[in-house]
């Protein structure tokens, strides 16, 4: 029913707000209703009781006929009523149709309310027809006490007509205020809703923008909640994806450029071969160049499959308890020749009894991909420390060159895909851009994590944890 969100949060906070403007308003209508004749009855029977007292003053000849009229006139108008006293019995009632109660008493009502007067009960009715006074009224009867007992019955009748218009302009006061309310509450409600709704639809053309291919501008979002956070996570999304847009690109086109290189060179070496340009007695040599391009070819290949098959979810561990140690005498016999073809001093600290719970050939895979890169970026005579250690629930490894370092701007992407820190060294190296994020990938399937600390000029130093 509702498409937008705009919509859906006015819509619902409007019903909520009428909802409860409308109900505190009916709850304070009726209580004040409630008071009012609350108050109108204990008015009446207090007048009762004055008027209860004087007809015993009268009675007892303390008063005058003439100031018990006045005195009953002049209760009527402060009460606003017309007060009856009358003089009755249990015996009386027996016989109702012979009962004479008065032209202004003829109400058929009041035989049942008389029974219970004379029983000592106070009768209250808050809306009463009256034949007789032809109008709706406010009725109150309590019984007319002496020293000998329950003589007759004080009734008192009180247009009800007053209590109405004044209860009337009271609702009309406070259904007045709801309503005030309600249209108050409507425009900031509406205008909220739009402070909420506005981000997210901005936010909507934003990602539609970036489906499409387009750029689209950061979003501007002033708020400190949820939405500003939104926000700031879709910007830096926006982000991360023109910088993987940008790497990607650069990628193909080293890889594109890394291909064709050895690519161009394999054909050219066996068209040499074969058109008799080389000579025979330089096969060898040029065999073992086919054979060093097509080893590098496989290598990117190799690389970017890994990658896929992590990203897939397909790549599947084969764990089982290994000295460390160990694991380190192959890694640097694996990358013997590149380390002493630079005479960089490698230093190694690892106590022979730390063991980890690893797939053997991925963490060879993550070590030599990192002493390759400290080889790669180190100067001659350089040195590499490596550091293993065990911490409560984890072995941590830490790996740190004396290289040309990496600054800070650079320092956070360089475990994302395709990055490299040195471009200026992409043919000499051979690298892809890949080693790093592998890397990262294969710890964290681990269920480790890992990290570098540099500075340009002081060397870099990668650390990663595996859990113990």
Not at 62 to 75: H, R, V
Not at 90 to 111: F, T, V
Not at 187 to 196: D, E, G, M, P, Q
Request: proline share 2%.
């Amino acid at each position: 029913m509702f498409k937008s969100i705009f919509a859906k949060l006015l819509i619902t906070y409007l019903a909520i707000i009428i909802s409860v403007i409308a109900v505190l308003s009916l709850f304070i209508t009726m209580i004040y209703n409630w008071y009012i004749f609350d108050q109108k009855q204990k008015g009446l029977e207090k007048t009762g009781f004055y008027v209860n007292e004087q007809v015993n003053k009268l009675g007892k000849k303390e008063i005058s006929q003439a100031e018990f009229n006045n005195s009953l006139d002049a209760m009527g108008y402060i009460s606003d009523a017309k007060i009856y006293v009358i003089k009755i019995d249990q015996e009386s009632l027996a016989n109702p149709k012979s009962l004479q109660l008065g032209k202004d008493l003829n109400e058929s009502y009041l035989i049942s309310d008389l029974r219970k007067i004379l029983n000592g009960e106070n009768v209250f009715r808050k809306k009463q027809y009256s034949q007789e006074f032809d109008t709706y009224v406010v009725f109150s009867g309590i019984p007319w006490k002496t020293n000998s007992g329950i003589a007759g019955a004080i009734l008192l009748f009180s247009p009800i007509s007053q209590i109405y218009g004044n209860l009337t302009k009271l609702n009309f006061v406070i259904w007045l205020t709801a309503l005030v309310f309600i249209l108050l509450s409507a425009v900031v409600t509406y205008i909220n809703s739009l402070r909420i709704s506005k981000p997210i639809k901005e936010m909507e053309l934003a990602a539609d923008k970036l489906a499409s291919g387009e750029n689209s501008e950061d979003l501007v979002v002033q708020s400190r909640d949820e939405i500003g956070k939104l926000a700031q996570s879709f910007n830096y999304m926006k982000q991360q994806l023109a910088n993987t847009e940008k790497m990607r690109r650069e990628f193909i086109a080293n890889v594109s450029h890394d291909m064709r290189t050895p690519l161009t060179s394999i054909n050219g070496f066996v068209s040499g071969i074969l058109d008799g340009i080389v000579k025979p007695e330089d096969y060898t040599k040029y065999l073992n160049l086919i054979k060093d391009e097509t080893l590098r070819l496989t290598r990117l290949t190799n690389e970017i499959l890994q990658l896929a098959k992590i990203q897939s979810g397909s790549l599947k561990l084969c764990q089982e308890n290994l000295k460390v140690a160990d694991v380190l005498d192959s890694v640097l016999s694996s990358t013997k020749a590149l380390i002493e073809g630079k005479s960089i001093n490698v230093s190694v600290e690892c106590a022979s009894t730390i063991t980890v719970y690893a797939d053997s050939d991925k963490l060879k895979q993550v070590l030599i991909n990192i002493v390759d890169n400290a080889v790669k970026y180190s100067g001659h005579g350089g040195a590499i420390f490596i550091k293993v250690s065990t911490k409560p629930a984890k072995t941590e490894f830490r790996i740190k060159d004396t290289g040309i370092g990496i600054s800070a701007a650079e320092l956070p992407l360089i475990f994302e895909k395709f990055y490299r820190v040195d471009k200026s060294r992409q043919s000499a190296t051979g690298g892809t851009g890949l080693g790093l994020n592998i890397a990262k990938s294969l710890i964290e399937l681990h269920g480790g994590k890992i990290w570098a600390e540099s500075e340009l000029g002081a060397g870099t130093e990668v650390v990663f944890e595996l859990p113990a």
